[in-house]
């Protein structure tokens, strides 16, 4: 079983840039695609971006693609989530989850194929 906690998050102005991180415990984690989601007040938990266990294969929304960067450090079995140029439509709360199942090949979108979310982290942006 795999636990993660999200950290990072925070009040920001629009323009400016946030780091999140996602700290996993339990074993095996650099064998799972690892996703971000972000959920608004309102609104369903949607796909930001997500990166395959190896790394070398990552996915963005269109809604940030350009702007944020995800990548992971198996070593220390974190995966962060950078974010620049935020504007207030970023606001959410952000979570970090891992796929269904290890040693997936194609990379999932759909919150229902993921698992072990985190707690989430609120990240604000104001105009």
């Known amino acids: 079983q795999v636990q993660l906690v999200e950290s990072g998050g925070g009040l920001v102005q629009a323009g400016d840039s946030l780091r999140l991180s996602c700290a996993a415990s339990g074993r095996s984690f650099n064998i799972y695609t690892m996703g971000w989601f972000r959920q608004a007040p309102g609104k369903e938990r949607a796909f930001v971006s997500a990166?395959?266990?190896?790394?070398?294969?990552?996915l963005y929304s269109d809604s940030v693609k350009g702007r944020f960067t995800i990548s992971r450090d198996n070593d220390k079995n974190t995966v962060y989530l950078q974010m620049s140029s935020l504007t207030p439509d970023d606001t959410a709360v952000y979570y970090c989850a891992t796929a269904l199942s290890p040693f997936g090949t194609t990379i999932q979108i759909t919150p229902a194929n993921y698992k072990n979310w985190g707690q989430g982290t609120q990240v604000t942006v104001s105009s």
């Open positions: 990166i395959s266990g190896s790394g070398r294969n990552t």
